[in-house]
């Protein structure tokens, strides 16, 4: 049998759950010192002063560090791109501050305790500047030498005149839709520890990206990438928050440099506030014009995001305008509002998770105009092709899904909108689902043993997506094992190079490496055996040549070997580190969400009480890991719709709550019991041969829309500000 598309238990389930997985912040050496940040508690201006005195006359405090001790960095950092670099902006190099919570000074201490009563007792002077509130600043072109992404070319795009197409379309719709910054929050906080040996750099680090830790780390101090190691078995969760090199990572091994100690810091919640970017605060305005049957006659899609004073992030959220329906008319534009605030960053789903929300809100508008169903709507507005590019799909089968998720939540017989069920009133909603698929170079290695196990190598990262348990899976299928027997050995750049782990990019691109190596090394088995390399297959632990079988054992053993090696790569064309598809065949994810919410209108209660998912997603490797990564990606869109906001307070320049008491989050009573996640039949040949793609960030695209186009179904207000809280459905 297969051991693709089983829904096999993740592997790494029970070390996870007993305690025994250690992260970063569970890493310690001999003679480590822990490290606290004193951070800047004003927005703007520049260090005037630090009296290290008290904190220095502590028990257990070893040091204060401040901008005049540390390292310089090297030139080569000006040569890391913003990404992988989370920021230009590098802490504790000049007295200058850009925005509150940033690092001024560093204690070391013999015990973690030490080090925080020590950074309580330093005393900073600050010479304050005016700051910039970033909600309040005027949106301006961004500036493509402060980002990276091709920038300058995806910050608009147009086709056709899609404003006069509007202007004289008989049917008009769109707003402004606005969503605030929120914050990944993942339940381990940024941590590393660095521990130097001559020019020889160790860390152990939470990431989503081990070699571009290694890179920016040897760039910062001059030195080869191979005298850098990067390790990270396990990451505990990350969301887009681990997937950048953030400076409190560099600041880190400086100190270690400095002491000539291992130096061991982790994040407190609050300063993962100050210290690593969020999901900035968005506007959108759409405006979409049809006729009278329904058909697009123009798209308008133009964002707006906060960012910070030094370099730009650009949430590119109006991709899908120019990515989900089919029309001859669309124009998207992307601006950016500066300030004093901690740089933006990913978070899941970038881009097409901010776009959905807004383009699947103004679509049920139209919807409404038209006096049409919302479905019906999006039917007759499928883009059979790139609607920017007007090339194929690598594919597509949101028709499918469209249909297949209609029928398992009853779309077609939903009860009315607002129909009592008690005190509350039902509404229904339903948006599109869509994501773009990254894929990365990345490679492998495989080994098969004489005893019949295997074992995969690849520096990928383990942030709970399970990749540990489906790549075995990927080659137990070629090496006729059951996964069991094969062993993932990951989060170590002393392994192959593996790709990030973001952009829903994991599977298709590792998984393919794994894919290959898998075959050369059954290849390898094959000529050993004496048969060619394309006619025999394996089963049971043995090769097969027609009527002829040998175990694994029987062929090492005859040629004098205990194993069989082989490295697989997955190469994109031109040498490329990553695309969103072949030049020929863009590639997305794609999917159709449902959803049934209760709102009591005298309390302002909003409840969800039904979601159906089917997504067309290429080939499901585990259909068990897959469902609950769905199931995440619905909850978290559900977070976005109706509860999580991180508020910047303008008259201090900081955000006005830095930890999760201040921020609600879903939990078990906010969801329903069984959320019905499904996947069409599909193979991506083309996207990358496994067939798979990625799902990681698909399942929290469109949700905040459709909740949102269901709370106007049951009491007839379209909110258009996220989050949707009782204040706004009291208000309204």
């Known amino acids: ?286 405006h979409l014009g049809a006729s009278a049957d329904g058909k697009l006659l123009g798209i308008s899609h133009a964002t707006a995001n906060v960012t910070g004073s030094v370099d730009d992030y650009v949430e590119f959220g109006a991709i899908p305008g120019r990515s989900f329906y089919a029309c001859d008319n669309i124009t998207t534009r992307h601006r950016v509002r500066r300030g004093n605030m901690t740089l933006p960053t990913f978070m899941r789903s970038p881009w097409d998770g901010p776009g959905s929300w807004a383009l699947g809100s103004a679509m049920d508008e139209l919807a409404r105009s038209l006096k049409i169903d919302p479905l019906e709507l999006r039917l007759i507005n499928y883009a059979e092709t790139d609607p920017e590019s007007g090339k194929p799909w690598s594919s597509k089968k949101l028709r499918e899904a469209y249909e297949e998720g209609a029928r398992r939540f009853g779309w077609r017989t939903r009860p009315k909108g607002g129909t009592h069920d008690g005190y509350w009133r039902i509404g229904c909603g339903m948006a599109d689902c869509s994501q773009g698929q990254a894929r990365f170079h990345s490679t492998a290695r495989v080994r098969l043993r004489a005893d019949g196990t295997a074992q995969l190598e690849s520096s990928f990262c383990d942030i709970g997506t399970g990749p540990a348990t489906i790549f075995p899976q990927v080659a137990a299928e070629i090496l006729g094992l059951e996964p069991g027997q094969v062993l993932a050995v990951s989060g170590d750049t002393r392994l192959p190079y593996s790709g990030p782990t973001y952009g829903s990019g994991t599977t298709i691109s590792t998984g393919a490496a794994v894919q290959q190596a898998a075959q050369r090394v059954r290849a390898k088995l094959a000529r050993l055996a004496g048969w060619p390399a394309d006619s025999v297959a394996m089963r049971d632990g043995r090769i097969i040549h027609g009527d002829d079988s040998r175990t694994i054992q029987e062929v090492l053993d005859e040629a004098g070997v205990s194993e069989l090696a082989s490295d697989g790569a997955f190469d994109l064309p031109g040498g490329a580190s990553v695309d969103m598809g072949t030049p020929e065949f863009p590639a997305r994810t794609f999917g159709a969400i449902f959803v049934e919410v209760g709102v009591d209108q005298d309390l302002g209660l909003l409840r969800l009480r039904k979601a159906t998912g089917v997504y067309s997603a290429g080939r499901i490797i585990n259909p068990r890991t897959a469902r609950s990564q769905m199931i995440g990606g619905i909850v978290w869109g559900w977070g976005m719709a109706a509860m999580e906001a991180s508020h910047f307070e303008p008259s201090l320049g900081r955000w006005l709550s830095k930890d999760l008491a201040g921020v609600p989050l879903p939990v078990n009573a906010d969801i329903p019991p069984e959320i019905d996640v499904g996947f069409v039949d599909e193979f991506d040949a083309k996207a990358g041969p496994l067939g798979a793609k990625g799902i990681g960030e698909l399942g929290a695209t469109g949700v905040a829309a459709a909740v949102a186009n269901a709370v106007y179904d049951a009491i007839g207000i379209r909110i258009r500000d996220l989050p949707i809280t009782p204040d706004k459905i009291l208000a309204a």
């Open 1 to 286: 049998m297969s051991t693709l598309g089983q829904p096999i238990k993740r592997v790494d389930g029970p070390i996870k759950v007993t305690g025994i997985a250690r992260y970063a912040g569970d890493q310690n050496q001999p003679a480590q010192l822990h490290a606290v940040f004193v951070a800047s508690v004003v927005p703007a201006g520049r260090v005037a002063g630090i009296d290290p005195g008290a904190a220095l006359a502590m028990p257990g405090v070893v040091r204060v560090l401040v901008a005049g001790d540390m390292p310089r960095v090297h030139a080569d950092l000006a040569k890391i791109t913003v990404p992988p670099l989370a920021t230009r902006f590098m802490p504790m190099q000049t007295d200058e501050i850009v925005h509150e919570g940033q690092p001024v000074a560093m204690v070391l201490g013999e015990t973690l305790e030490a080090a925080e009563a020590g950074a309580a007792a330093v005393k900073v002077a600050y010479e304050r500047a005016v700051f910039v509130v970033p909600e309040q600043a005027p949106a301006e072109q961004a500036d493509p030498h402060k980002g990276s992404y091709s920038m300058s070319s995806a910050l608009e795009f147009s086709k056709g005149d899609a404003p006069a197409a509007i202007g004289a379309a008989p049917v008009q719709a769109g707003a402004v839709y606005t969503q605030p910054s929120r914050h990944a929050n993942p339940m381990e906080p940024s941590a590393i520890l660095a521990v130097w040996s001559g020019d020889q750099l160790t860390v152990y680090d939470a990431v989503q990206h081990l070699p571009a830790v290694q890179n920016a780390q040897a760039a910062a101090f001059g030195i080869a990438p191979a005298n850098v190691r990067v390790v990270a078995p396990h990451t505990g969760g990350g969301f887009g928050a681990k997937a950048f090199i953030w400076p409190h990572e560099i600041l880190a091994a400086m100190a270690a440099k400095v002491v000539r100690r291992p130096v061991k810091l982790v994040l407190t919640r609050q300063h993962l506030y100050g210290m690593v970017g969020p999901q900035p605060q968005m506007t959108h305005e759409v």
